[in-house]
Every structure is written in structure tokens, then in C-alpha cells.
């Protein structure tokens, strides 16, 4: 590995100090989960200490919770080129994607588009549609370094009953980075919608939903956005937001002019309501939305039957709708502040490019490795370099590594590979000591390889 230039070897060294599990291993697993800034470990800290020392139970952690939500949102909108208002909060990216699949009106007979290179992440929900009666068509698109291949799959398999076309914009199997944009406009193109796992590519790569022409993108927090496990988002397209049902719904998905009607047989009058909270114990005044094509019945909160009870409570106008119902306050914070940090201070455009040379260089040299074979396309690389080693099995190659390097990287059992997730966070020396480990390996067969001991850490 070429060494960096000096003052970019300087800001490498400073913004390492912020991700102090760097120490700990070569760090090749952000795919998986990234490592933890200082600054968001701080944050969550903060707030656990202030709840356990004050409670959770009172309107300023509830409104701090509120403005929370609203920060995380506008970061998140940030990095995605987006407006606020087109970002849902969830838990993670399947959930994103549930939201997505779940809030098409599906009847019998629809079909779903989706193809081999996907997470369980996404197949589940798909899996869970096709016991209900969705068709789901699986493309065969290779290793998806292939543009024209992949689309003519994907295309081979729309038809005039095709209702969506689901999948990866980065495999996390082979690396590639598909042709959203392209498929997209195919699925609009029959009235389809696209929902996009962008599970590999917020945070590795520059993502704008928008102009790929997506309707669903939905991102994890703990991936390359480097925040904590059990939260993500969900970006709608202004078409999504007006044509969705309800996949689920709860207090954060309702709106508040709503969601505190009158209480049954108690006359409000005899209330004493708080001026504040007016608002909010008056009849809902929103005026009704339009109904989803083919959809027996009145808008959203009116029953088709005038006989039922109306609940009037109705959901967001924007993608709040989507939100993920309970909220973690630290996980939150984490999130906002881990996502906050790479935009402000490591600076997006510089990450981006970073990432992309160090993955391209590393995949360049494992490739020229004898007994060793690259599955990454090199023309539609994002940031995971997938490989396997001749003559070994994915476990037993990615212990040898581990031990002779501690990087720390992972196996793909489908594909009987190892994967590398190269971040911008990575120095060249370490890679440079990763890749003597993976030539070490390849000249080797499990059993004249010489075996390294485990390193034991005493406590004092």
C-alpha cells in the first residue's frame, strides 16, 4: 500500500483517536457494525446517567426526547441530500424495509422483483409476502458487476402485475454496487415501486434516494454511519408518502392534532385543560386524505361503514408516518451524533473518496495474490472486497488471518468467501500488514501453515 500524503496522514492520525476500538484490531467488519466515536459514546453516556440519576418519567425528558428525534432526523436527512420531512426513524434497516413492503397495497396475484444477491434482511419480508399469496421473482444477476446484465434480468421478470422491485443499491455478498437509478425508472415505468436496502451504502458511499429515483431507502445506524446497534431510517419519496397505507401505527406515527381525542363520557367542559394542551383534547380538524386508488371505503380514519366508530386519529402527513414506535433516548443521541460527526468533522466528500481508493487498492492487490480469487467486480466496487482463499474453507482462512494479523473480518457461508469492509478510517500500514497475512495464508495449506497462539490479556 502507498503511503498517504503527510497532511492527509495527519488527519487520518487525529480522527483515529476518536474510534478507539482502531486499537483493538485491524477493523475490516464495518459492514457488520462499525466502530464508535468517542464523541457518540459521550452522548449516550450523558443521557443514561441523567436517567438513571433523574428518571425518565417527566414532560422535559419527553420533550428532550421530541427534539432528539428532530435533531437525528436532520443529520440523517443531511447525509442523504434529503429534506427532514422525508425521513422515518426506525430500529434498522429491515425495518425500513418492512415498512416499505408492508405499506403497499397487495392483493393476490401481485408479484415483487428482488434478485440473488440478497440480505435475509430484505428476504425475509419478501418470504413473509409470498406466504400471503405475492409472487416474488428472483433475478439472476451474477455478481452484479454487470449494469446491462442486471437490468435485462431484472427486466425479464417485470410485468404489467409487477407491484415493486426490491433490493441492494451495495451487495453485501459480492460488493457491487447495483444500477438503482436505472431500475428504478423501470419499476416507475409499470406503476412499480422501488424499495432500495441501502445497508452497504449510506455512509460507504455518496447516496441521494432522490435523484436515484428510489420510493424506499432504508439505512442502519451502526453500519458506516458508525452508530450504535437497534436504530436506522427509512427516506419516502413524495409519492411513497401519499400512496402508502399504514404498515403499523402507534403514538409516534399519529399525528398530535389528533391523537388526544375527547374521552368518551366525559364532557371536556368540565375539565380544567391546560391551555397547552387544548390543542390536543380538541376533535381532530385535518382535513381527510385522498383514497389510495381502488380502495374501497373513505380516506384514512373513516371506516367504509358509517355505522363503526370513527377514531379520528390519523397519521403523519410526511414520513413520520413510517417512524418506528418507541424510541431509546441514548440510541437516539448515539445515532445523531455519530452520523453528525462524519458530516461535520471527517467531511463526506473526503471519506467517500478515501474509502473507495483504499477498497479499489486492496482488492487490486488480493487479486494479484497466487491461489487467491477477488468475487468484487472492480468496475462497480463500493467498499467490501470479497474474496476466497484456494484450498481453505471461509472459516478456517478467516481464523488463520485473525490470529496472524487480529484483523477482524468476516465469512459469507453462502458463498464460502471472506469479506473486508474497507473504511477511510483504515491506515495503509495496517492494510499493508492485512494483505503479508492474506499472501502469508494463500502460500500456505491449513496444515503446514504454523499456527500462532491466542494473545491472553491479564487483568489486574
Known sequence: MEPPEPDERSRLERLREQLPALQSSIYLNTGTSGPIPVLADAAMREILDYELRFGRATLDAYEDLVARIAECRAVVAAILHA????????????DGLNAGLWSREWRPGDEIVTTNL??????????????????VRVADVGDGGDDDRTVGAIEEHVNARTSAIALSHVSWV??????VARIAALARSVGAWSIVDGAQSAGAIDVDPAALGA?????????????PEGMGALWASGRAIDEARQAYAGWWTTDESTSHPPVSGIPTAALRVPASARLRAEPP???????????????WGEPPDDRLPRLGLRPWADARRFDTTGFHRPSVVGFARSAGWLAMHVGLPWMHERSARLACAVADEIAAIPGVSVLTPRNRMATLVSFRVHGWTSDEAV??????????LRTLPGAEALRASVGWFNSEAELGRFLDTVRLVASHTPES???????TILSE
Do not use: C, N
Open 83 to 94: 429534506m427532514p420531512d422525508s425521513v422515518a426513524l426506525t430500529r434498522s434497516t429491515t
Open 449 to 455: 501453515l504454523p499456527r500462532r497462539g491466542d494473545l
Open 399 to 408: 481464523e488463520a488471518i485473525r490470529r496472524h494479523s487480529f484483523a477482524t
Open 285 to 299: 380538524r385535518v382535513a381527510p386524505s385522498p383514497t389510495p386508488a381502488g380502495r374501497a371505503g373513505g380516506a
Open 118 to 135: 440478497e440480505h435475509p434482511g430484505l428476504l425475509g419480508p419478501l418470504a413473509a409476502l409470498e406466504e400471503r399469496g405475492v409472487r
Open 174 to 179: 459480492t460488493g457491487a454496487v447495483l444500477p
Open 215 to 227: 420510493d424506499f431507502y432504508a439505512v442502519p445506524a451502526q453500519k458506516w454511519l458508525l452508530g
